[in-house]
């Protein structure tokens, strides 16, 4: 690859050169030659010539000044590079910017309505070309923040310019290697209420969705963060996103990547690379349309597609094999009679609008009226959810890519027939007293006879269902049988083991081959006759779960692949037995070196601060990076693994998705996790999102840090908990206190990063899920240098909290049949 080291921008080659020029600027008379570069004033981005990897094709372009590896953000050329080494930007005759081969021909220009008299480049500091009037040098002419390629800079202003009628929007790289147009583009569509749609070609790929005056409505992980500022501007003139830095030292970019996936990423100036920070898809719900037309899609599902209330598949047959592409109908026709109204539907990404109407200043009122009365709405919403919510939006057709978020998305009202109205609206209980007492005697009644019928069918259901089981088993050898499960569609090969192989392996399962004993069943190391050395998990036998289901799930589970995670390498499912088998860690888990006096000296800080990044970025893939978004609900100690070289590998992910079988992301039944981990939400009412394993990341910091249990942690001067104790020496300013006496050591630098890891540790365990950073954010703050913020008291800092927490829980198993299934670890 050529670089470029030409210190001063000289113009030898031009006759009528000045050299006054600063080296920021391209005068009338001045040229920019290949092998020279200018630098914007304050040193942040450069414009030169470059070519690309493997390629003899010559581009001009803007990329980082300071960064090493060459991140092109602008190029001029992309679908018309020259050859050789005779580019040369310069102003043509006419007084515009032009670039011309060694043919002189022109091969890019930058055309403007107006051109200049004395015209002069210039590379902003912002990554930003403009050419102005030597005269008037506020006024840009021409700017490359106009026509962007693949990369939004802070402050560009992406969007339309209603009054010129100027469109930007982004156009992936074909690869890596060829800046010239790829297949992608994500533009705003301003067809009906603004939103900004990503094709591949003609064909829409994913949705932003509307604005609705906090985010883009399928973007919930747009949020107010530490590294910028973001605003839609909507009036008249002009409708685009923009956003700033909060600390223009920082480095960040939103990408539109060769394979279609839009991605903010952030420098690490400590790890020299471009760290991810979140990705606009977050997963396969929000491939466009996946539901077909007044379908829904909920991540949490199996399957993922379901039908909106008073919907059912157009298609069954098709619905059944999981093509979902024909969508849904309504069981009642609308009419547009009388007696027609609305069904509300909360945490909903809202659909696409290409096909509605706005008024910015009705409200939910006037918006309902509206809609009853054109017979072509199927549904409203407000248009801006601030405060009380305000405006209007009416859906004139079918509702298409409708999507349902657990943590955010906005109410929507959906037109239903009278018939169908009168079913939801009982089924939501406003069923009257007299109806009540009537079917309570009713019930006394029955119950005695009913309770007979029920153990009868119990126990015929119970010999079916063991044959089914049966049958089950035995179609799983053959292959084709689930050719239409999601998860194997791209060749993935999962290994079935026979469960006598593993038997083999292990000894039969001997206690001597006993690793341990994990949340859904206990481990065992094996050896296959090839020699490889394996782990299996033997999950206990509590699963409702189908076996087919379980398997399609482990398929998906075995697709993730991150070096923090530990490798799944194949399942076993035969008759009751269900069995994980995955790469084999010599070095035991974390809980092994950390709680231990003898072994917790191998783990000098370094070490314990890779282990703590490698957990918080495996958790991060779990949560944002992957397709399924994962929510661990049992990370502790003993789940994480250490390879060979000590590097932390998570293990555990995803059990509690396909093993649990019958929750919602929301609320579950059954509490799946261990005591000291736990926060306390998901403790006390079974509540559980990200943030409960951003909780559980905390303690175990806070753990690796002090070499202590959070639970059973005591103390000679108070009563506090682990969590307590770190809360109340960071308080104080001595949180190196907290240091395990292993670690302690006068190297600054670690004391720095012990400082920030007990600091961001504690922003983890807070009390409130809302005040607790994401896994994104902590991977960042882990990272670089970033201000933190200060943290609030955490949940569950006293002992006396986890006994009556404790209690209230197991009361709750009593009263009610709720399962609870809690590893109580030992002290
Ligand atoms: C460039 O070509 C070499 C040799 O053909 C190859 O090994 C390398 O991976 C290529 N690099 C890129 C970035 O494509
Ligand atoms: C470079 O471009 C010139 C025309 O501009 C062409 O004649 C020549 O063949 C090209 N060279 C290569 C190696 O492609
Ligand atoms: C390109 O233009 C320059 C100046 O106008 C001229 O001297 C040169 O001969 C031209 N080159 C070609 C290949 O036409
Ligand atoms: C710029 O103008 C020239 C001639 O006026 C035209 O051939 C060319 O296509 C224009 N380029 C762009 C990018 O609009
Ligand atoms: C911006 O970040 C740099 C380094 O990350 C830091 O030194 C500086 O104090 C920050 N500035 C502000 C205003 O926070
Ligand atoms: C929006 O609604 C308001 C209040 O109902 C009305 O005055 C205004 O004319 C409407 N605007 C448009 C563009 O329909
Ligand atoms: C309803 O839709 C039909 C077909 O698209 C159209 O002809 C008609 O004008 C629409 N009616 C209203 C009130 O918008």
Redesign the pocket.
């Known amino acids: 690859m050529k670089t470029f080291i030409i210190p001063l921008f000289v113009f030898c080659l031009s006759p009528i050169f000045m050299f006054s020029a600063p080296s920021d600027t391209i005068s009338a008379t001045e040229s920019l030659k290949d092998g020279k570069t200018i630098v914007s004033a304050g040193g942040s981005f450069e414009l030169g010539f470059f070519t690309p990897q493997n390629s003899s094709n010559w581009y001009l372009g803007i990329w980082y000044k300071k960064i090493a590896a060459r991140t092109v953000v602008w190029v001029a050329n992309r679908d018309t590079p020259f050859n050789g080494s005779a580019g040369v930007l310069k102003f043509s005759d006419q007084r515009i910017l032009v670039l011309i081969n060694d043919a002189n021909t022109t091969i890019w220009s930058a055309n403007s309505s107006k051109s200049a008299t004395t015209p002069v480049a210039q590379l902003l500091d912002t990554g930003n070309l403009v050419v102005t009037d030597h005269n008037d040098p506020e006024t840009f002419l021409w700017q490359s923040f106009d026509y962007p390629c693949n990369t939004i800079l802070p402050g560009m202003k992406y969007g339309v310019n209603l009054v010129t009628g100027l469109n930007r929007f982004l156009t992936s790289w074909k690869s890596d290697q060829d800046p010239s147009r790829g297949d992608y583009t994500n533009q705003l569509d301003t067809a009906g209420l603004p939103q900004f749609l990503l094709k591949k070609g003609s064909v829409v790929q994913f949705r932003s969705g509307p604005w609705n005056g906090l985010r883009f409505t399928g973007m919930p992980n747009l949020k107010p963060n530490p590294i910028y500022t973001y605003e839609f501007v909507y009036n008249e003139e002009e409708i685009y996103y923009h956003y700033q830095l909060i ?1 223009s ?2 480095s960040t970019r939103l990408t539109l990547n060769p394979n279609g996936n839009l991605q903010r990423f952030t420098w690490i100036d400590r790890i020299q690379d471009w760290s991810l920070y979140l990705t606009a898809q977050i997963d396969d719900c929000d491939r466009y349309a996946i539901c077909g037309a007044y379908g829904s899609c909920n991540i949490n599902n199996s399957p993922s597609c379901g039908c909106l209330k008073g919907f059912a598949p157009k298609s069954p047959e098709d619905w059944e094999v999981a093509d979902w592409s024909h969508g849904c109908v309504r069981k009642t026709p609308l009419d547009c009679h009388d007696g027609e109204g609305f069904l509300k539907y909360s945490g909903i990404k809202l659909p696409d609008t290409q096909h509605s109407w706005y008024n910015k200043t009705m409200n939910l009122k006037e918006c309902e009226q509206v809609c009853l009365k054109n017979c072509n709405c199927t549904a409203y919403a407000n248009l801006d959810i601030r405060g009380e919510g305000s405006g209007c939006i009416l859906w004139l057709g079918e509702l298409i890519d409708t999507r349902e978020f657990s943590d955010a998305g906005q109410d929507i009202y959906i037109r239903m027939a009278a018939s169908e109205l009168v079913t939801y609206r009982r089924l939501k209980g406003k069923t009257k007293v007299k109806v009540i007492v009537l079917s309570l005697l009713a019930v006394g009644i029955t119950l005695l006879g009913l309770c007979l019928i029920l153990h009868l069918y119990k126990r015929k259901k119970k010999k079916e269902k063991k044959q089914i089981k049966r049958k089950l088993g035995n179609m799983l050898h053959t292959p084709e049988q689930d050719s239409n499960d999601q998860c194997q569609d791209e060749h993935l090969e999962l290994p079935l083991f026979d469960f006598s192989t593993i038997a083999d392996a292990t000894n039969n399962f001997s206690v001597a081959n006993k690793l341990g004993k994990g949340g859904f069943g206990p481990v065992y190391k094996g050896k296959l006759m090839e020699g490889q050395e394996i782990g299996v998990k033997r999950l206990s036998r509590s699963s409702r779960q189908g076996i087919k289901e379980f398997k399609n799930e482990v398929l998906c589970i075995s697709k993730l692949q991150h070096r923090n995670l530990v490798k799944l390498l194949g399942c076993c499912t035969e008759g009751q037995e269900r069995l994980l088998i995955y790469e084999y860690m010599p070095n035991k888990s974390l809980d092994f070196f950390i709680f231990d006096e003898q072994q917790s000296i191998i783990l000098d800080w370094p070490k314990r601060f890779h282990i703590i990044n490698g957990i918080a970025r495996g958790l991060l893939y779990l949560h944002q990076d992957s397709r399924l978004r994962i929510i661990h609900r049992d990370l502790k100690a003993s789940n994480v693994l250490l390879d060979n070289e000590l590097n932390p590998k998570i293990s555990d992910f995803g059990i509690a998705r396909s093993f649990g079988g019958d929750e919602s992301e929301a609320n579950t039944k059954r509490v799946v996790g261990t005591y000291g981990y736990m926060s306390p939400e998901y403790a006390i009412d079974g509540v559980f999102s990200v943030k409960s394993d951003v909780f559980s990341f905390g303690v175990l910091v806070l753990e690796i840090v002090s070499g202590k249990k959070n639970r059973g942690f005591s103390h000679t001067d108070h009563k506090l908990n682990l969590l307590g104790h770190a809360w109340r020496l960071f308080k104080e300013g001595k949180p190196f206190e907290m240091m395990h006496t292993s670690i302690k050591n006068k190297n600054t630098s670690s004391m720095s990063e012990v400082l920030r890891s007990v600091h961001v540790a504690l922003l983890c365990v807070q009390q409130s899920p809302e005040e607790r950073p994401s896994m994104p954010n902590v991977v960042l703050m882990l990272s ?4 933190l913020p200060q943290p609030k008291e955490p949940g569950f800092f006293t002992e006396r909290h986890l006994l009556s927490m404790a209690s209230s829980s197991s009361q709750r198993e009593s009263s009610s049949s709720n399962r609870l299934s809690i590893s109580l670890e030992a002290r």
Not at 784 to 787: K, L, P, V
């Open positions: 600390n030292s920082v670089s240098d970033i201000t």
